[in-house]
């Protein structure tokens, strides 16, 4: 076990960010996760704690809809109040964890993995942090503001979201809108930090074809928040001006466009995809040579594909619209463009299974939530693929069948692939392994839940269930009960995880500085980084993903000082396990 | 079969000739598990009640058949992988260092794009086709009231003119549907179609963007307030299915839905004229009932609402029970 690291940095790095579980002799290191502190990977880390605490209530809001939903009446709770769950639902998973969480991963890894002290802007990184929990605030006081939170789904579509029913100037509406242009704003000051870092604070050697399809994937995904969040952000102001003081931006009755609202939204809200999804690709990119031992098949393919991705989600948003009384020539044109973007993406696939393929795998956990997340994406791939096709989508838009589709890709593809993601740099984030066993049954639990909760409404949405429904018909009941079993077994699916953390964090195994024997920057210093990371900054002379030749990765030792350790790693043990 | 990692190494070396006969047997087998699964694909849809919906299920049986295709092909590959190529335990070496191969990255991406341009002309011809129908060539909005002028434009394509063809008036709003049949002076909260004729709909909304959908026609369109919405679909079928509120419309959302009928010429005209006779009452409406119920409560157990419109006023209305919701179409024979 390598831990001359480890002594040479007693405690200031080995802190629980959990205030109930601090680590023993160190109680003061875990505060300074509460703290307004500048460093990326203290950041990071309080993005992803932040996020998975709403990802949590938003997991649970989801689970008393499914309870409405496991009888057709609407029965367990007030028709307002499903309306409220379903838009708060939508709302938290999008705003309060997908968003953050990916910007934990970005912050944790992209100064580690360029070879960088810190982000190009830490105080602006600290205050787009720090927004999180102001807007989380917000909208979880809308719960309680008279009349109760927001009931207009996550698109918050006119006319529906400006009835007030109450009357009240602070209604649910305008802090879920107050919230989200907030949560705009956050994500802007984020993208513009970790554009500027990875532009500007690459190491030495560091050209753009030797930097790790991590770092390209969340390259692409905050050039789409730069272009596409002015936009969203413009809707709910002036959403919010016309609910608030009257104006008629979009408003019918006194001449203003609700459809114009739809373009405003969607021109964001469809790119946004993206934003979630791109960074999981770059972390599938990252997991599969490790766990293959094989470099990432084709590297420049995959990684230009990101931007081909970037390039054509800014004019796709249409095929959100295509029963909204869209013209014919705009529905053929749009299908079109959508049905592109499955091209780039199938080029990743595929390398990503030539990358599998005649490795030598061990099956871990993270590799695990990386082969799950990869077959429920491509499953999602293909029923997007379909609802691109214009005639088709008209009969499901709007139905089951798109629930399905976008929750294979965001619950499959997205949290599968966070889950890899922990797994996998968990003992570079704390010094400490997490227990295979409770890893693989968590895998176990989230796949077998997904596939129940969300498989069954492809057929319901086939069926013409409506998305959004508090009761329905009777002969939806089946595929309704089966979705609702899974939907509480996959909130079950999070206990293992939760468990895990906690206790592997606190007294799990040191794990050293690179337990997966893993090729990259951050793998080359202790675990966890010491405060700025490198002793020194490291000169890349090799591209990444060298598995199976022996290349060194960089001319200098950014630890600085000697250490030879590959032969005392963890990952034999682990592999024995695994098979 | 765990020693068969060696063999894999080398694409060239893995193209030999027993490989390919059992590739292409792979291929072959896989081929007629996604023909099969293309026709699975018609059973899960509703009734084929509209001229549409013939077209629409084609090409989702099709796009399955080649969804299935390609998800067998990778997922297949990747299993293949999981359980045959794992590393020996304590094995710490890696695996062949292969970077790429230009031949199979352009196979890969090149038939995608053949893949994309053939369902992307699939779906052109059968929009096109619906076209003809009439259903989809119809988006002429009208300008209404309030609404800043568009140019619009007529397009008249017809099959089959009805002989009753004034357009049905649809009338949306927060939560009840209205259906006038303005030259016969009749109003019903149930939309009652002849068979094999083109039915023609005026949709207009009072309120907020509801959305039009009858999934036994394959159809939906949203309803915009201030404009005037011309659709039109041709039923085939008899029976009884469902209309949906297909765009979210506030509280009663769900509740917002009735029945459509479909029958033959004569039942229609004699629908028609039985209802133009019986004096307007007001129709049962699901939103007022449970509305009027929760005021009646002391203590209320919901967020604030929208207060439903009152009940249409109407000549026909359909069964009021909603706690029993009328099947979604009635089996008959089948051809």
């Known amino acids: 076990m390598s831990n001359a690291s480890v002594e040479t940095r007693p405690n200031s790095q080995l802190a629980a960010p959990d205030p109930q579980q601090p680590e023993p002799g160190a109680p003061e290191n875990w505060r300074r996760f509460f703290s307004f502190s500048t460093d990326h ?142 949560s705009g704003v956050s994500s802007i000051m984020g993208a513009v930090n970790i554009v500027t870092t990875i532009f500007r604070m690459r190491a030495p050697g560091m050209g753009w074809f030797k930097m790790p399809a991590f770092v390209w994937t969340v390259f692409s995904a905050q050039i789409i928040q730069l272009i596409g969040l002015p936009a969203l952000t413009a809707g709910a102001v002036m959403l919010l001006l016309d609910l608030t003081t009257g104006t008629s931006f979009f408003d019918p009755v006194k001449g203003g466009d609700p459809v114009l609202y739809q373009h405003f939204f969607w021109f964001y809200s469809h790119p946004a995809v993206y934003v979630i999804v791109l960074p999981i690709f770059g972390v599938f990119s990252e997991i599969f040579p490790v766990y293959a031992r094989k470099p990432l098949f084709g590297y420049k393919v995959v990684v230009v594909s990101s931007l081909l991705i970037t390039v054509l989600s800014l004019v796709v948003w249409v095929h959100h619209m295509f029963a909204s009384g869209t013209p014919g020539w705009m529905r053929m044109l749009f299908m079109f463009s959508t049905m592109a973007i499955s091209i780039p993406t199938g080029i990743k696939v595929f390398a990503w299974v030539a990358t599998v393929w005649g490795g030598k795998l061990r099956l871990t956990s993270a590799m695990l939530f990386g082969l799950g997340g990869l077959s429920t994406f491509l499953f999602a791939g293909i029923t997007g693929i379909m609802l691109s096709s214009a005639p088709f989508d008209i009969h499901v838009n709007n139905t089951y069948f798109v629930v399905g589709h976008f929750h294979y890709v965001i619950n499959g593809a997205v949290v599968m692939g966070f889950y890899a993601a922990i797994y996998h740099w968990f003992p570079k984030m704390t010094g400490r392994m997490y227990y295979e066993g409770l890893g693989k049954l968590h895998f176990a639990l989230t796949f077998i839940g997904i596939n129940l909760i969300f498989l069954p409404m492809h057929p319901l949405g086939l069926m013409g269930m409506p998305r959004r429904v508090a009761s329905y018909d009777p002969e939806f009941a089946f595929w309704n009960v089966i979705a609702s079993l899974g939907g509480f077994l996959l909130g079950v699916s999070t206990l293992p995880f939760i468990l895990n953390m906690l206790s592997s964090w606190t007294r799990g195994e040191q794990a050293g500085d690179n337990p997966w024997r893993a090729i990259g920057l951050e793998w080359l210093v202790s675990s966890p980084p010491p405060h700025e990371n490198f002793e020194e900054i490291p000169i890349i002379v090799s591209p990444p993903y060298g598995y199976g030749s022996d290349e060194p990765l960089v001319s200098n030792n950014p630890k600085g000082t000697f250490e030879e350790s590959a032969a005392s790693t963890q990952i034999a043990n682990l592999a024995g396990e695994a098979n | 079969m765990a020693t068969n990692d060696q063999r894999t ?212 369109q949203d309803i915009i307030p201030g404009k005037e919405i011309d659709f039109s679909f041709t039923p085939i079928r008899e029976g009884r299915y469902r209309l949906r509120d297909s765009l979210y419309s506030g509280t009663y959302f769900a509740a917002n839905q009735t029945d459509v009928v479909v029958e033959s010429e004569a039942a229609y005209q004699k629908w028609l004229q039985t209802a133009a006779k019986t004096t307007p009452t007001a129709a049962a409406n699901v939103a007022q009932t449970e509305f009027a119920q929760a005021e009646k409560t002391s203590v209320s157990l919901g967020w604030a609402t929208v207060k439903p419109a009152p009940a249409p006023i109407v000549n026909y209305s359909n069964q009021p029970n909603t706690s029993q919701p009328t099947p979604q179409f009635e089996e008959e024979p089948h051809e």
Do not use: C
């Open chain 2, 9 to 220: 190494t080398d694409l060239n070396k893995v193209l030999n000739r027993r490989r390919i006969i059992n590739l292409t047997g792979l291929a072959i087998a896989n081929l007629l598990i996604s023909l099969w699964m293309g026709q699975q694909a018609y059973s899960w849809l509703p009734p084929q009640a509209s001229a549409e919906s013939i077209l629409i299920d084609k090409l989702f049986s099709f796009m399955t058949a080649v969804g299935t295709f390609i998800f067998n092909g990778v997922v297949g590959t990747l299993l293949y992988s999981v359980l045959f190529q794992r590393a020996a335990k304590y094995d710490p070496s890696d695996g062949p260092p292969i970077e790429g191969n230009v031949k199979l990255e352009i196979i890969w991406t090149g038939i995608p794009i053949l893949l994309i341009l053939w369902i992307g002309t699939v779906s052109y011809q059968t929009y096109d086709q619906m076209g003809i129908l009439g259903s989809m060539t119809q988006k002429t909005m009208e300008t209404v009231e309030t609404v800043p002028a568009e140019p619009t434009q007529k397009v008249a394509t017809s099959v089959e003119e009805s002989a009753t063809s004034a357009p049905i008036e649809v009338h949306s709003r927060q939560w009840a549907w209205e259906f006038r049949y303005p030259k016969e002076g009749v109003s019903s909260t149930e939309l009652h179609l002849p068979v094999n004729q083109r039915a023609k709909f005026k949709l207009t909304s009072e309120d907020v963007i509801h959305g039009f959908f009858v999934p036994a026609f394959r159809v939906k």
């Open chain 1, 41 to 182: 990977k203290v950041i990071g880390i309080q993005y992803i704690v932040t996020a998975f605490v709403f990802f949590l209530f938003g997991g649970l809001l989801a689970m008393v809809m499914r309870g409405e939903l496991i009888t057709p009446d609407a029965d367990l709770v007030d028709r307002t109040v499903y309306n409220g769950l379903f838009t708060m639902h939508g709302t938290i998973m999008l705003f309060m964890w997908t968003f953050p969480m990916l910007n934990g991963l970005a912050n944790y890894l992209v100064p580690l993995m360029i070879g960088a002290r810190d982000m190009a802007f830490p105080r602006l990184n600290a205050i787009a942090f720090w927004l999180v929990p102001i807007f989380g605030v917000i909208l979880t006081a809308s719960f309680f503001v008279p009349g109760g939170p927001s009931q207009s789904g996550w698109w918050a579509y006119p006319p529906v979201s400006l009835q007030n029913p109450t009357g009240n100037l602070i209604n649910g509406q305008s802090l879920w809108l107050v919230a989200v242009a907030l």
